[in-house]
């Protein structure tokens, strides 16, 4: 008597979760051109002191530069107009160079919900504030639209010609916070909606 066996049907490994939505990071800038620039300095500062400490060990005279240097330091007095201002300067590019290694920049590029877990993607504030006007204006009584949008929130203003200003204000809301939800942002902003009247001209 022959037994057969049931075939064994592994299943795949879930994929992995993706982060929940309000939790995507920021994008971070690459901030080419600080880094190039502080790396050309230090490079030219570091290697012209090195030749000259290279000359000193192989016995010759200093650098001319590095003796009216070290001179100049030694009788320029600490509360000088020059000094005072150089270290103002100094202190201000090193705040500057700490700030940018802290903050993540590029703010016109909003985090959207992140779907796949490897696949991150952005979208441009001016075009998610193009979509919101574009979306208001198709509004019935809307004759003119201004879109602010920030990261945390949308300010728009619209201009209505006709139509009851509740009426316009009750449809805008509703269009404007599907378009918000529709963008997919991982933080979407909030909505602050003002409807008014056209001034009279004259």
Do not use: N
């Not at 003796?67 to 600490?78: D, G, I, K, T, V």
């Not at 991150?120 to 919101?132: E, F, I, N, T, Y």
């Not at 639209?145 to 509703?174: I, P, Q, T």
């Amino acid at each position: 008597m022959s037994t057969e066996q049931a075939p064994v049907v592994e299943k795949p490994p879930p994929p992995p979760a993706a982060p929940p939505a309000g939790h995507e990071p920021r994008f971070w800038s690459p901030r080419r051109a600080p880094a190039a620039l502080v790396a050309v300095l230090v490079l030219v500062t570091a290697g012209a002191f090195l030749y000259d400490i290279a000359a000193v060990r192989a016995h010759h005279p200093a650098m001319h530069w590095r003796r009216a240097l070290a001179h100049r330091l030694a009788e320029q007095p600490l509360d000088d107009t020059w000094v005072l201002a150089g270290a103002g300067i100094a202190a201000a590019l090193g705040l500057w160079l700490l700030i940018l290694a802290v903050t993540p920049g590029l703010r016109d590029l909003l985090p959207m919900r992140r779907i796949h877990p490897d696949v991150r993607a952005g979208l441009r504030r001016d075009a998610a504030a193009l979509l919101l006007r574009d979306r208001a204006m198709e509004i019935s009584g809307v004759r003119r639209v201004r879109v602010r949008l920030r990261r945390s929130r949308a300010h728009v203003l619209a201009v209505s010609h006709f139509r009851e200003l509740d009426e316009v204000r009750g449809d805008l809301e509703a269009a404007l916070t599907d378009a918000i939800r529709a963008m997919g942002l991982a933080r979407p902003p909030a909505l602050t909606l003002h409807v008014i009247r056209p001034g009279r001209k004259g």
